[in-house]
């Protein structure tokens, strides 16, 4: 047998690829837009859970694939106090189900029937189970807050902002 010559995970092998230019600055050729934006994500946080709000975030943002928004929502999330583990947890929530409460699971699977429309509508066993955690006020706060980030995700995603330069807190 060898010794083990594998490179830590820490040190990259390769050098890494060079940071993207954006394709558009969405924000500064319809600021009205973004404006509008900043409005309806302060409105439809009100009522929630913080940590459910971050994470729904940080969900929504991993099945849409905007690196922004997970550099973003991440970095907000663990400066509120979230573990770093519950956060490596959410692309497998479903297998790590006991890191959460049946509350933020109903959450996550909500957001995941909402973000993933192609199969259809959000399926009723899974708005059920929404429902019987969150009353109903706090449910279309939470419904509002998943349709939000997908709209950030979605204007994030087509004009590639570039994640890595957001600290926590910062204005959005």
């Known amino acids: 047998m060898t010794a083990n010559t594998t490179t830590p995970t820490n040190t990259p092998s390769e050098p890494h690829v060079h940071e993207h230019t954006p394709r558009l600055a969405w924000a500064q050729h319809a600021p009205e837009v973004f404006k509008a934006m900043i409005k309806l994500d302060a409105a439809a946080r009100k009522g929630l ?3 459910i709000y971050e994470l729904v975030k940080i969900r929504a943002s991993q099945i849409n694939r905007c690196a922004l928004c997970l ?5 907000d999330a663990i400066a509120a106090g979230e573990s770093v583990e519950r956060i490596i ?3 497998a929530w479903e297998e790590s189900q006991h890191f959460y409460t049946a509350k933020e699971v109903a959450a996550l699977e909500l957001t995941e029937a909402i973000t993933v429309l192609t199969d259809g509508f959000v399926p009723d066993d899974v708005y059920a189970r929404a429902a019987a955690q969150f009353e109903e006020a ?4 939470l419904i509002a807050a998943i349709t939000v980030i997908n709209a950030w995700n979605r204007f ?14 910062e204005a959005k």
């Open 89 to 91: 947890q959410l692309s």
């Open 49 to 51: 859970d913080p940590v």
């Open 71 to 75: 550099d973003m929502h991440s970095k």
């Open 138 to 141: 706090e449910l279309t706060q």
């Open 156 to 169: 994030g995603v087509s004009t590639r902002q570039v994640p890595g330069h957001y600290k926590a807190g």
